[in-house]
């Protein structure tokens, strides 16, 4: 099976470099230098996962990633960029993105990264049932939407695979480390950062049913749990 990247750099130089190594590793890769091309790219291929610069001409990498969620929530986005800031890091998850690494950077990691997204979306799926009943809710992860009567909530591709490593260890702790290696590569601050966003959305999204919590288990992780008492 052929990966289809598809890589959006406007530095040409850099975009060949990236491009040639990754070709030479089996990867079939498509290079666009615009962000509205690239969208427009995006929407009349196939690809198994997209590598976005931030800073582009036409739409940025982030404008790119949040309009490419409204029609795909599944495909991975790995952000490449120099800018650092937390606040940067932390936009760039909550618009969809499931990695972020900083220029410069290794063709090595990102490759490591690439793999290790694929790998992890493959074997998730193998693993995941058709929906979930959690309380009052019933989370659908393939539609990445949770629902509750008739008020529903539409998910990010993070949201949902938080949710899904909740709703597979319910009632067992997870710790942080294994969520943050396991859904974004590492466990760095930026990364846990980012992680602690998405948890506090998830709070709010189920605090609808007041008998489910996820609990921060001190210095060690996560746990969702289901109480019987209303």
Not at 21 to 39: E, I, M, P
Not at 40 to 52: A, H, K, R, S
Request: glycine residues 4%; proline residues 3%; contains cysteine.
């Amino acid at each position: 099976m052929v990966i289809k990247i598809l890589l959006v750099e406007d530095e040409v130089t850099l975009a060949n470099i990236v491009k040639d190594s990754l070709q030479t590793r089996d990867f079939k890769v498509d290079v666009v230098h615009n962000g509205n091309t690239a969208l427009d790219t995006f929407l009349t291929n196939n690809y198994d996962i997209l590598v976005l610069d931030v800073m582009l001409p036409g739409l940025d990498g982030f404008s790119l990633a949040k309009e490419i969620r409204q029609s795909n929530q599944d495909i991975p986005i790995i952000f490449l960029t120099a800018k650092s800031q937390p606040e940067d890091v932390v936009q760039g998850f909550q618009l969809g993105g499931n990695d972020y690494l900083k220029k410069p950077f290794s063709m090595e990691e990102l490759i490591i990264r690439i793999k290790n997204l694929l790998g992890m979306n493959l074997s998730e799926r193998k693993k995941t049932k058709e929906k979930y009943n959690l309380g009052l809710y019933t989370f659908y992860p393939a539609r990445q939407m949770l629902l509750l009567g008739s008020w529903k909530q539409e998910l990010t591709n993070r949201e949902s695979e938080v949710l899904l490593m909740f709703c597979n260890n319910l009632n067992n702790i997870i710790e942080r480390s294994v969520v943050l290696k396991k859904l974004w590569g590492d466990d760095h601050f930026f990364n846990a950062r980012s992680m602690d966003v998405f948890i506090s959305k998830l709070r709010k999204y189920l605090s609808k049913d007041p008998r489910i919590k996820i609990i921060n288990v001190r210095s060690v992780g996560y746990k969702l749990i289901i109480s019987e008492e209303n």
